[in-house]
Nanobody, 126 residues
Framework: QVQLVESGGGLVQAGGSLRLSCVVSGRTFSNYAMGWFRQAPGKEREFVAGISRAGGRVRYTDAVKGRFTIARDNAKNTVALQMNSLKPEDTAVYYC???????????????????WGQGTQVTVSS
C-alpha cells in the first residue's frame, strides 16, 4: 500500500510564500513520477507541477511558471512544491500524487495518477 502525506499548507498574504512537502511510503519512491494538483471550490482538480522519476524533467501549468518550483529527494522519499509570489487565485486544496505508469523520463499532466494524498489547504488572502 502506498501512502502520500502532504504538509505545509496554511494561510498567507498575497505575495507571500509557502512550501508544501509530500512524504511517500510503501513502495520504491524512485519508481514514480510525482505531481502536485490543486482543486478550488466549485472547480475541477488541475495539474500544477510534475517531476519525472529521477528529477530530470519538470513541467508546470502556465499559471504558476516562474513562481512555483517542484523538487524531489529520492533518498528521503519526498517531493516539495515551493510557492512564491502567491496570489489569491492560488487558493485551493493541494494534492500530491504518484504516477507509476508513465515512462521513466515522462511527466503526466492529467489526473491519471495512481496514488493520491489527502490534500492540504492553501489560502492566500488579498
Amino acid at each position: 500500500q502506498v501512502q502520500l502525506v502532504e504538509s505545509g499548507g496554511g494561510l498567507v498574504q498575497a505575495g507571500g510564500s509557502l512550501r508544501l512537502s509530500c512524504v511517500v511510503s510503501g513502495r520504491t519512491f524512485s519508481n514514480y513520477a510525482m505531481g502536485w494538483f490543486r482543486q478550488a471550490p466549485g472547480k475541477e482538480r488541475e495539474f500544477v507541477a510534475g517531476i519525472s522519476r529521477a528529477g530530470g524533467r519538470v513541467r508546470y501549468t502556465d499559471a504558476v511558471k516562474g513562481r512555483f518550483t517542484i523538487a524531489r529527494d529520492n533518498a528521503k522519499n519526498t517531493v516539495a512544491l515551493q510557492m512564491n509570489s502567491l496570489k489569491p487565485e492560488d487558493t485551493a486544496v493541494y494534492y500530491c500524487a504518484a504516477d507509476l505508469r508513465v515512462n521513466p523520463t515522462g511527466v503526466t499532466t492529467t489526473t491519471e495518477y495512481d496514488y493520491w494524498g489527502q490534500g492540504t489547504q492553501v489560502t492566500v488572502s488579498s
